[in-house]
């Protein structure tokens, strides 16, 4: 079976930062035109690979030559790009670059747990990783300009499409089957009961820090946040935007070792403590008190939602009617209550999956449950599995044959740049 070659991008993230001791000491390892690549950055790159596939690469020495040989050209090419994009004078956005390295910075965080973890990994000071991968983002940035630039403007003819897709028919993806929903969600709220009774509980653990006891021992015994309640309520440091607004609103007010008045979110009742403010990042940490419906809360919705389902049923009221009175979806007033269309067996919520299950167009499913609130879903229509076909799928299969073009377009000319730049291989990987 032929293959289909869809586009292949440089790596987006490359980092300047030699890890592994057994490394070889940093040297040159190819020369292009008037620049050099460093056998530190192809060290960089393997440990980049290393670190998003969770890989011990030091002790797999052949897949570790494998991927210096695959850097040490992805670094080539990157240079001869660079040399072309500088003689065309490209600039770009920092406005831009900032964003993309803040939320590289943050992932990168994230995936290693903290900010010390990170700098244990890559044996390097934060400022310094920051610093190497803000260059990078900025020439992969300055590398997409040029490529959009060169290519972007690249026209297929429809005898093109047609060849890739008599070339490729066998192995482009078929069509799956779709489903077209629409939904009324009902979130599930607690009643005045529960509210007084969770608020007034806050107040007492609260009160009882005001007269002296340990608030790391109290959220360990008290706090209802599964992620910070053993660690007693440490949220570490924490970016001004993470949060939800109203705890952030209050966070970022206090003063060090303050703890803040109750503060009410989506998520229910917290206490706060400010332990430290550096700029607009603060390490905090707090106690929630969770806003728990009952079961007699919960009946109450699918109750409710069962009574508008029958008065659609009976042609009393519409679904849009009643989607657009009833259902809690920020979405509503726009879509009406409509999700759209949705591959079969492509849903992120399994409960929606297993409710449009066995449902003819026009049914509607009986109340069911996700992390959302209960829902009621309406099968609007269903198509099933078939091959693309020029016909019904021109779109997205020209799409498919311009960037396939563009592609070999970009690697013919990689290798016209070879030919005039010259590149000098120092070592052999």
Not at 7 to 13: D, G, K, S, T
Not at 128 to 153: A, Y
Request: proline share 3%; no cysteine.
């Amino acid at each position: 079976m032929k293959k289909i070659f869809l586009p292949i991008f440089l790596a987006a993230v490359l980092l300047a930062t030699p890890v592994f001791s057994q490394q070889v000491l940093d040297g040159t390892a190819a020369i292009v035109g008037d620049d050099v690549v460093l056998t530190s950055d192809i060290n960089a790159l393997i440990t980049q690979y290393a670190f998003q596939n969770k890989i011990d690469i030091a002790h797999q020495p052949s897949l570790y030559h494998q991927l210096g040989k695959k850097f040490l050209e992805t670094l080539i090419d990157q240079k001869l790009l660079l040399i072309k994009a500088e003689e065309d004078t490209i600039k770009v956005d920092d406005e831009r670059v900032e964003q993309n390295l803040k939320q590289q910075m943050d992932y990168m965080i994230q995936q290693a747990g903290s900010e010390q973890k990170l700098e244990e990994y890559y044996s390097a000071p934060l400022f310094k990783i920051k610093k190497d991968l803000r260059k990078e983002i900025e020439n992969q940035m300055r590398i997409g300009v040029l490529r959009d630039k060169r290519f972007g403007s690249t026209k297929i003819s429809r005898k093109e499409v047609e060849n890739f897709y008599h070339q490729y028919e066998d192995s482009l993806p078929t069509h799956k089957a779709t489903v077209s929903i629409s939904h009324i969600l009902m979130q599930v709220t607690p009643s005045k009961e529960a509210i007084a009774a969770a608020y007034q509980k806050t107040k007492d653990i609260r009160q009882r820090l005001l007269d002296g006891e340990d608030f790391a021992t109290l959220a360990k015994k008290y706090s209802e946040d599964p992620g910070s309640a053993s660690n007693g309520g440490d949220l570490g440091f924490v970016s001004r935007g993470t949060l939800v607004k109203e705890f952030e609103e209050a966070a970022f007010s206090l003063k060090k070792d303050e703890i803040s008045d109750i503060v009410q979110s989506q998520f229910g009742f917290h206490i706060i403590q400010l332990l430290e403010r550096q700029g607009e990042r603060i390490h905090v940490r707090h106690i929630l008190i969770q806003l728990k419906p009952t079961t007699e809360d919960e009946q109450r919705v699918v109750n409710r939602l069962k009574e508008i389902r029958q008065k659609i049923l009976d042609g009393d009221s519409t679904f849009e009617e009643m989607a657009l009175k009833y259902s809690s979806d920020p979405n509503v007033e726009k879509d009406h209550g409509n999700l759209g269309q949705f591959e079969q067996g492509s849903f992120q919520i399994k409960g929606f999956e297993d409710a449009v299950q066995g449902l003819k167009p026009g049914e509607i499913s009986e109340p069911f449950r996700t992390e959302y609130g209960y829902h009621i879903v309406r099968l609007d229509g269903q198509t099933e599995a078939r091959p693309l076909s020029l016909k019904n799928d021109w779109e997205q299969i020209e799409q498919w044959a311009l960037q396939h073009k563009q592609e070999n377009e970009f690697k013919a000319w990689l290798a016209q740049l070879r030919k005039e730049i010259p590149v000098v291989v120092e070592i052999d990987i």
